[in-house]
C-alpha cells in the first residue's frame, strides 16, 4: 500500500477513536512531512486522500481542519466466493435514451481544454493537408506515437512508439486484443463486478467467462492462478487502475504478480488502463505492464475518460502479439492522431489533467456527503483514489426494480445486476461522479434517491 495511503488510515484510526475530533487543525503540510519522515508530496497526497473521503476540510489562508464526520459513508466489504466458468448475455443496458449525468462515466471539458483542443485541432489541418488522399498508417501517425511514448515515459513507465498500435478507442484495443489472443468458446477472467461493456464485448466475441472476487488490494489472485493451473483459462482481461465499477487499484504488489502469473503460465493477460491517468493523487500509478517481462500484458488505453470519449482514439501495446494485432489495424482518421498529438505535446494535456485531477477530487467529497446525507441508513459508498465511479450498496435494495423504474422515467443510471453473469450485486448501484454536482445533476440524484427509496424493504 503507498505510504501516503498508510498514513491516511491512520489518520482516520485517530478519528474514530476519538484521537482528533471535529473542528481539530492538522499540522501544516510541512509540520507533517516532517513528523512522519516523508516528503512534502507525500503530505499533500495523504491530506488530499482525506480530504477527498470527507474527513478533512481546507480553510483558505487557516490550514487544515478535520471535518464533521456526520457525513462519513462506509466502504463495502468484498466477499470471497468461488469462482466457476459461465457464458455472458449480451446487451444489458438501454440505448434508446440519450446519457444522462449519472449513468455513463465521463466528464466534463472546461474552456481552457476546449480551446486548446481547437487550436491543435487547427494545427493538425495544417500539418496533415497533404494526407488527405492517403489512407492512414495502420499502425499510426509516427507523431503521436512517439508523443504517448513520450509521454507515458516521463510519468515512469518507459515505452517506445514502435511498441505501440493506434486504435479507435480502447474498447476497440480491447477487442483486438481479444481476437488475437483467444477463439470462440476459449474462457476469459474478468474481475467480478466487471465493467457492463466488457461482458456485452465477451458475449458478441462467443467468449465465455469466470469471475475473479474483488478483494480490498484488487483481485484474488490466488484463485485466479488456480484456475491458471488447471488449465481452465486462454486469457485475463482486467481493469488494474481505479477500476470499473468498484473503483480499486490493484496495489503494486499485485500488479507485480499479475505479470508474473501471466509470464509463468504463458497466458495473455489484456489490461484495460482507461482509467490510469485519472489518479486523484500523485504520481501516477503503473500498470501491470510496466513489469511484464515476457510480452504477455497487452496494454490498452485511450484519451476517452481523460478528454473527449467523441475522438475515439486509443492505443495498444500488445507485447510479443504486435504482428498479430497488427495485421487487424485499419487506421485511425489521421487528422484526429495529429491533433492529438500537438494537444499533448503542446503541454495542454498535463495542464487538463492537472486540473481534472483536482476537480474530480472534489466532485467525489460533494457526491459523497450528499449520498450520506440521502441514502438509507446501513448504505455503503467506495471512496475510489481515482476514476469516474463510485459503488453504492444498500441493504434490501431490488437494483433491478430501479432499473426499470428509471427506464420508464427516463432516468440514466447503471444497477449492480449489470456487472455479473451471478446473483451478486442485487442491491448495489454504479454512478458517474466526472460531473459537478450542479443544478441538474442534484435533480438527478434527488429522482434517484426517490427510486432507492421506494424499491428498498429497509427505508
Known amino acids: 500500500m503507498a505510504r501516503y495511503r498508510q498514513l491516511a488510515e491512520k489518520c482516520i484510526h485517530d478519528i474514530q477513536a476519538g484521537k482528533l475530533t471535529s473542528g481539530d487543525r492538522m499540522l501544516s503540510l510541512r509540520q507533517f512531512a516532517h513528523q512522519h519522515g516523508i516528503s512534502v508530496s507525500t503530505a ?90 492517403q489512407y492512414p498508417a495502420p499502425q499510426g501517425e509516427p507523431a503521436l506515437l512517439s508523443t504517448l511514448a513520450t509521454h507515458f515515459t516521463q510519468a515512469g513507465f518507459p515505452l517506445r512508439g514502435e511498441e505501440l498500435v493506434i486504435t479507435h478507442g480502447c474498447m476497440d484495443a480491447v477487442k483486438t486484443a481479444l481476437q488475437v489472443c483467444t477463439q470462440p468458446g476459449d474462457t476469459v477472467a474478468v474481475s467480478s463486478p466487471c465493467y457492463n461493456g466488457l461482458l456485452d464485448l465477451l458475449s458478441q466475441l462467443s467468449l465465455k467467462i469466470i469471475e475473479i472476487p474483488s478483494c480490498a488490494e484488487g483481485i484474488d489472485l490466488d484463485q485466479f492462478e488456480q484456475h491458471l493451473a488447471r488449465g481452465q483459462l486462454q486469457a485475463g482481461l482486467f481493469c488494474t487502475t481505479h477500476m470499473n465499477p468498484q473503483g480499486i487499484t ?26 490510469l491517468e485519472l489518479t486523484h493523487h500523485q504520481p501516477l500509478p503503473l500498470p501491470t505492464a510496466y513489469h511484464d517481462e515476457g510480452g504477455f500484458v497487452l496494454w490498452c488505453g485511450s484519451v476517452s475518460k481523460t478528454l473527449s470519449p467523441s475522438y475515439r482514439l486509443g492505443w495498444c501495446r500488445p507485447g510479443r502479439f504486435f504482428q498479430s494485432y497488427l495485421k487487424r489495424a485499419l487506421g485511425v482518421p489521421t487528422l484526429v492522431q495529429c491533433a492529438v498529438a500537438d494537444f499533448i505535446e503542446s503541454g495542454a494535456y498535463a495542464s487538463h489533467l492537472k486540473r481534472t485531477r483536482h476537480l474530480i477530487r472534489q466532485h467525489k467529497a460533494g457526491y459523497l456527503r450528499y449520498l450520506s446525507q440521502h441514502l438509507p ?37 447503471r444497477i449492480g445486476p449489470w456487472f455479473t453473469e451471478s446473483t451478486r450485486y442485487l442491491n448495489c448501484l454504479r454512478l458517474n461522479i466526472g460531473l459537478a454536482l450542479d443544478e441538474q445533476v442534484e435533480q438527478e440524484l434527488a429522482r434517484l434517491m426517490m427510486l432507492i427509496e421506494a424499491h428498498c424493504s429497509s427505508a
Request: contains cysteine.
Open 250 to 275: 490493484l496495489s503494486p504488489t499485485q500488479k507485480q504478480r499479475l505479470a508474473s502469473l501471466a509470464n509463468h503460465y504463458r497466458v495473455p493477460v489484456i489490461e484495460d488502463d482507461v482509467y
Open 377 to 413: 441508513s446501513g448504505s455503503r459508498v467506495t471512496q475510489p483514489d481515482g476514476g469516474l465511479v463510485l459503488w453504492i450498496e444498500v441493504p434490501g435494495l431490488d437494483a433491478s426494480a430501479v432499473g426499470k423504474a428509471a427506464e420508464q422515467a427516463q432516468l440514466d443510471i
Open 44 to 133: 499533500v497526497s495523504c491530506y488530499a486522500e482525506l480530504e477527498s473521503q470527507g474527513w478533512l476540510m481546507a480553510r483558505p489562508q487557516a490550514g487544515f481542519f478535520i471535518a464533521d464526520q456526520s457525513h462519513v459513508v462506509p466502504i463495502p466489504t468484498w466477499q470471497p466466493f468461488q469462482s466457476r466458468v459461465t457464458t455472458p448475455t449480451t446487451l444489458r443496458h438501454r440505448t434508446d435514451i440519450v446519457c444522462g449525468p449519472l449513468g455513463t462515466a465521463h466528464l466534463a471539458l472546461d474552456k481552457v481544454t476546449r480551446q486548446a483542443l481547437d487550436r491543435s485541432l487547427r494545427r493538425a489541418m495544417q500539418r496533415a493537408s497533404h494526407t488527405l488522399t
